[in-house]
């Protein structure tokens, strides 16, 4: 059983940073994609960031050169540290998982999802 479990939102001026954690069990780590998706109400939920089972990370545009994705070597834990952080950055952040060895940054090919964690920026 998949389970995953964000933390680390919270309220931070535009400028400041917050790291995001995701516990994750219950997945094949050697052969899963992992990423952080964020939503917006009346939005589609977006990609941010994901790893795939080699270690090789992708960033959505809005978060190069200020966001970090991260693991621990066993991919239990999924960290996302976000710096420079902009009031358009407020959004309910997911972490999620699939098994898969190709991973695309797009809400359908992901399967699992955590709860979420809110993060508000302000300006």
């Known amino acids: 059983q998949v389970r995953l479990a964000e933390s680390g939102g919270g309220s931070v001026q535009a400028g400041g940073s917050l790291t995001l954690s995701c516990s994750a069990s219950?997945?094949?780590?050697?052969?899963?994609?992992m990423a952080w998706f964020r939503q917006v109400p009346g939005k589609e939920r977006e990609g941010v960031a994901q790893?795939?089972?080699?270690?090789?990370?992708t960033y959505a545009d809005s978060a190069k050169g200020r966001f970090t994705l991260s693991t621990d070597n066993a991919k239990t834990t999924l960290n996302l540290q976000m710096n420079d952080l902009k009031a358009e950055d407020t959004a309910m952040y997911y972490c999620?998982?699939?098994?898969?060895?190709?991973?695309?940054?797009?809400?359908?090919?992901?399967?699992?999802w955590g709860q979420g964690t809110q993060v508000t920026v302000s300006s």
């Open positions: 999620a998982t699939d098994v898969s060895y190709w991973c695309l940054l797009r809400e359908d090919r992901y399967s699992y």
């Open positions: 219950g997945y094949p780590a050697s052969r899963s994609c």
């Open positions: 790893i795939n089972s080699e270690g090789v990370t």
